[in-house]
C-alpha cells in the first residue's frame, strides 16, 4: 500500500467498543464490493472476552472480542487500522495506546468533545511517527470498493445509490461527517463517483485538517479532481490556498465554505460544531470562500450551485481524456436483517408462544391489557392484579378483597404439615434452596393441599347440577369418590375452624349470591 493510501481492499480493523450493528454495516459493505475477508478482525471490549456472531452475506461469523488493543494486536499482526468507539472520556488513552503500537497505522476517534490537550498531544506524536487519525468528532468515512469506517455513508440502499461500492475519481473530504454524507451524494449524481471520503471531524483541533487529506490526494494518480466542503470557523481553508499558491495542489479543487449566513446573526454564535464560529472577519465563510476563489479554486456563488460546479469541472476533465469510463460492476444482494424488515412491514413470521395474560413487547408492560400504570394508579392491588392474571377480566371489588382476605388466611400453615415439614427435613440434609423447596411441593396431592382445589371442584359440580345435599353425598358414593375437604382432626361442625367462619361471614356480608352457604 502507497504512503498516501489509508486503506486497500485486504484492510482489517479492530472495533473498540461493543459496537455490533456498526461493524454489522462494514460487513454488509465489505460484502456489497466482494471483498474476499472480511474488514472486521475483532472487538477491543475492556468490559470482557468472548467472540459476537455477525453476518457475513448470509452465513454467520464469529468476530472475538479482546480486553486491550495488546492483546488483539498479538491475535491479529496483520491488523493496521483502529476505529475507536470509547466514549470522550476514554477516547484519548485508547487512541494512544493505538499510536504508540507498532502495527496500528490509521486510528479513527468518533467521539466528540475529547479534551483538545489530548488530541493535540495525540496528533504531534501520530505525526511524528507517520501515522494517521481521523477525528475526533467524526462519521470516519470510506474507500469505495476497499473499507468503510463504522456507520460512515449510511445504510446499505443509500451507498448503493451513491455507486459507493466501486471507486471512481474523485477524492472528497468534509468537515461535518453529516454533510460528508450529502457531498457522496452530491458527487455521485454529478460524476464518476467517489475515490476516497472523509470527515476531519467538527472538534476545534481535529487530528488531521482538511489540507492533509488534499495533500494524499495530490500524490494519489487515481483521484483527477477534489471536492472540499470547510465551515466557518478556524483557519484551515487558508493552509489550502497556500499550498496551491506553493504548487503543491494541482489538481482541480471545488469548494464551498458553509455558515455564510453566520454574518446575519449575533457576533460569536456557534453552528453545532466546537470549531464552527468565527472569532474574526477571516475566519467568516464569506472571506473563505472569496479566499478560495481569488486562488483558483471553483467556488461556487452558493451551495445551490455545488453540483454544477462539480459536473462541470468533472465533464472538462472527462472532454480533455484523463478520465475514462468504466462498465459498472455488477454488486450482490445484501441480505437485510429479520429486525430491519419487520420493522419496514416487509415480512411477517407467525408467532411461536402466544400468552393472553400479560405483554411486555411494547414500550410499558401490561396484565391483559391493562397498562401497569393504570394498574398501578387505580389501586387494583393484588387481588385486581390476580383477577387479570387469572380471571383475564377486571373483578368487582368484593371480589378483590376476598382474594386479599384469603392470601392473609392461608400465607402459611406452619411447619407440622407435610409440605413444610419435607422442606425442613432436606433442607437440614444439607440440601440447597431450590431443592429443600421442590421437596415440599412435590408432596402436594389429594391428601395434602390438592383437596381444597377437590372440595372446590366436587361442590362446584354439585350445585351446577343442582344436587341437594343428600343427593351431592349419594352421586359421589355411587362414583365411589371420596368426597375432599371433609373431615379434619381437630375442627368439626360443633367446633368450627375460626378460618373458615371469617370467609364464610365475609361472603354472606359482601357476595351478591352465596347459594351453597
Known sequence: M????????????????????????MLDFDYLCKRETPSVAGFITPTGVGSIKL?????????????????????????????NFASERSCAESTLEAVNSENIRTIVMIAEGVPQRDVRKIAKIAKEKGKWIIGPATVGGLKPGCFKIGNAAGTIQNIRDTKLYRPGSVGFISVSGGLSNEGYNIVSRNTDGIYEGYAVGGDVYPATTLIDH???????????????LGEVGGKDEYQIIKAIEEKKLTKPLVMWVTGTCAEMLPGGVQFGHAGAKADSKDDTAKAKNAALRKA?????????????????????????????????????????????????????????????????????????????????????????????????????????????????????????????????????????????????????????????????????????????????????????????GIGHKIHSIDNPDERCEIMMNFAKDHFPKHPLL
Open 214 to 228: 488534499l495533500l494524499r490526494y495530490e500524490q494519489n494518480p487515481n483521484i483527477k479532481m477534489m471536492v472540499a
Open 55 to 83: 453476518f457475513w452475506g448470509t452465513k454467520e461469523i464469529n468476530i472475538h472480542r479482546y480486553l486491550s488493543v495488546a492483546d488483539a494486536i498479538e491475535a491479529h499482526p496483520d491488523v493496521d487500522v483502529m476505529v
Open 296 to 484: 483558483g479554486v471553483v467556488v461556487p456563488d452558493s451551495f445551490e450551485d455545488y453540483d454544477q460546479k462539480i459536473k462541470e469541472t468533472f465533464d472538462k476533465l472527462k472532454a480533455e481524456g484523463k478520465i475514462e469510463s468504466f462498465i459498472e460492476p455488477e454488486t450482490p444482494n445484501v441480505p437485510m436483517d429479520y429486525a430491519q424488515a419487520v420493522a419496514e412491514g416487509l415480512v411477517r413470521k407467525p408467532t411461536n408462544f402466544v400468552s393472553t395474560i400479560c405483554d411486555e413487547t411494547g414500550e410499558i408492560h401490561n396484565y391483559c391489557g391493562v397498562p401497569i400504570d393504570q394498574v398501578i394508579k387505580e389501586g387494583y392491588g393484588i387481588g385486581g392484579v390476580l383477577g387479570l392474571l387469572w380471571f383475564k377480566k377486571k373483578l368487582p371489588q368484593y371480589a378483590i378483597d376476598f382474594i386479599e382476605l384469603v392470601i392473609q388466611i392461608v400465607a402459611d400453615h406452619g411447619p407440622a404439615v407435610s409440605g413444610a415439614h419435607n422442606t425442613i427435613v432436606t433442607a437440614r440434609a444439607g440440601k440447597n434452596l431450590i431443592e429443600s423447596i421442590v421437596s415440599g411441593i412435590l408432596t402436594i396431592g389429594p391428601r395434602f393441599g390438592g383437596a381444597v382445589n377437590g372440595a372446590a371442584n366436587h361442590f362446584s359440580w354439585g350445585l351446577e347440577n343442582k344436587l341437594s345435599p343428600r343427593e351431592f353425598i349419594n352421586a359421589m358414593k355411587k362414583k365411589n369418590t371420596n368426597i375432599q
Open 2 to 25: 502507497k504512503s498516501y493510501e489509508l486503506f486497500d481492499k485486504n484492510t482489517r480493523a479492530f472495533i473498540y467498543g461493543n459496537q455490533q450493528k456498526a461493524a454489522q454495516r
